[in-house]
Structure formats: structure tokens, C-alpha cells
């Protein structure tokens, strides 16, 4: 099993930025990319950004060049810049291993006009 927590969101005005962590533990050996997903109210939950073992990216057309997405051992960070009010949503870490994914509890991003 595989448990992630995340941290970081919160509310700021548009423009501004956000960085989101999430930390993995537990079967990490198992963990073949890390990513984060997003889902805004009434909407589908959508990818926003992934990242593998060997640190291919990949991101959303909506958030590219505005988000990075990085990872240092068992940590995804996800920096958000030039944030939109369309950015709103519970961000989703996510971790994919052999069968299966594995997700966090989610973390509240709002951003106002």
C-alpha cells in the first residue's frame, strides 16, 4: 500500500501562486510516476500534471507553462504560477503503481477574481 498526504493549498487572488507537496510512504518501491489531478465542482476529476521515474513530464494544455512539476524521492511538488480563477478545484495527488492507482485526500485551491 502506498499512502500519500498533501499539503499546500489554500486561496489567493488570481495571478498569484501556489505550491502544492505531497509526500509518499508506505510500498514507495512500487510507485512507477506521481501526478496530480484536479476536480472542480460539477466537473470531471482531469490530469494536470504527471511525472515518472525517470522525471518525464508530462502536463495539461490548460496549465502548461504556467505549472511545474517536479520530484525529490518520495515528494511531488507541483508550483502553480499565474493562477486563474478556472484553476479553482480539490487538487488530487496520485500515485500509480503496477494495477492500480493510489490517491491523497485532496486539497482545496481557490482563486479569486
Known amino acids: 500500500q502506498v499512502q500519500l498526504v498533501e499539503s499546500g493549498g489554500g486561496s489567493v487572488q488570481a495571478g498569484g501562486s501556489l505550491r502544492l507537496s505531497c509526500a509518499a510512504s508506505?510500498?514507495?518501491?512500487?510507485?512507477?510516476?506521481m501526478g496530480w489531478y484536479r476536480q472542480a465542482p460539477g466537473k470531471r476529476r482531469e490530469l494536470v500534471a504527471t511525472i515518472t521515474n525517470n522525471r518525464s513530464t508530462n502536463y495539461a494544455a490548460s496549465v502548461k507553462g504556467r505549472f511545474t512539476i517536479s520530484r525529490d524521492k518520495n515528494t511531488v511538488l507541483l508550483q502553480m504560477n499565474s493562477l486563474k480563477p478556472e484553476d479553482t478545484a480539490v487538487y488530487y495527488c496520485?500515485?500509480?503503481?503496477?494495477?492500480?492507482?493510489?490517491w491523497g485526500q485532496g486539497t482545496q485551491v481557490t482563486i479569486s477574481s
Open positions: 508506505g510500498s514507495i518501491f512500487v510507485i512507477n510516476a
Open positions: 496520485n500515485a500509480l503503481v503496477l494495477g492500480g492507482n493510489h
